[in-house]
């Protein structure tokens, strides 16, 4: 099983079949634990252990246990006495490499089809054909930010889903970039950077964007005669957020 293509699907059927958060949460524990155990296809490990690392409670556990069955993410096996549940995640990313697949197969047939098609024709199919749009949460894992925990990744679906962008997907990727350009791969300086922009209410990646550039002309020193040049930049204050160093 591929883990990152799993995360993948996991995150495109919430579109589609959604989750609980604390459903996601238990879902995300279960994936770290079959991972750490070697991917095996049954595993079983105790309620304790599960409600420790997706920070749930018991009851709020097995309700999102329960859901997770109900909706096909995992089947589950009760054990008599104190034996742990044995657990199967089922596998999401099959169907969704299939449909890749069969996209591939039909753009294919399409253009060789269709190979008197006109030239602006053309340039309008190939646009079509682009890779998927990474998310958050894979863009996390492919840049160094580390394995998502399940703590993290349920901050990270708050950002997404709290309503204070009105881009999420491409804002919270845009603070992990300055992060990555910062050289500060961990999801506490993200956060700040959003809580900054949440702060001044910046909902749009050209907005933020526009911000930053709008701070670097303010802090770039301009030439005076003699080729000397005279420092505009102030000392750092709360306000301004710069302890963070958010705007490059």
């Known amino acids: 099983m591929n883990y990152i293509r799993e995360i993948n699907a996991f995150y495109d059927q919430q579109e589609t079949n959604p989750l609980s958060s604390t459903a996601i949460a238990v879902w995300y524990a279960l994936m770290h634990i079959r991972n750490k155990a070697g991917w095996p296809i049954d595993f079983s490990v105790a309620a304790s252990v599960v409600c420790l690392k997706a920070g749930v409670k018991e009851r709020n556990f097995y309700n999102s246990r329960n859901e997770l069955k109900q909706k096909g993410y995992l089947t589950f096996e009760s054990r008599k006495g104190n034996q742990a549940a044995v657990y199967r995640l089922l596998s999401l990313s099959a169907p969704y490499a299939d449909k890749l697949v069969d996209n591939e197969v039909d753009s294919y ?3 060789v089809g269709d190979s008197v098609t006109p030239l602006y024709e053309q340039k309008n199919i190939k646009q079509n054909i682009t890779t998927k749009k990474v998310n958050p949460f894979l863009f996390y ?3 160094g930010f580390g394995m998502l925990s399940p703590f993290i990744s ?12 009105l881009e999420p997907e491409d804002i919270v990727i845009e603070a992990m970039k300055i992060a990555i350009l910062k050289n500060v791969r961990n999801w506490r300086y993200v956060s700040k950077i959003l809580q900054d922009w949440q702060s001044r209410k910046l909902q749009t990646l050209k907005a933020i964007q526009a911000e930053q550039e709008n701070w670097r002309k303010r802090v770039t020193p301009f030439p005076q005669k003699g080729g000397q040049s005279h420092d505009t930049r ?3 204050s709360a306000t301004d957020y710069t302890g963070y160093d958010f705007r490059f």
């Open 109 to 111: 047939a399409d253009k």
């Open 141 to 143: 894992e492919e840049n």
């Open 154 to 165: 349920e901050d990270i679906n708050t950002w997404l889903s709290d309503g204070s962008f």
């Open 234 to 236: 102030k000392r750092a």
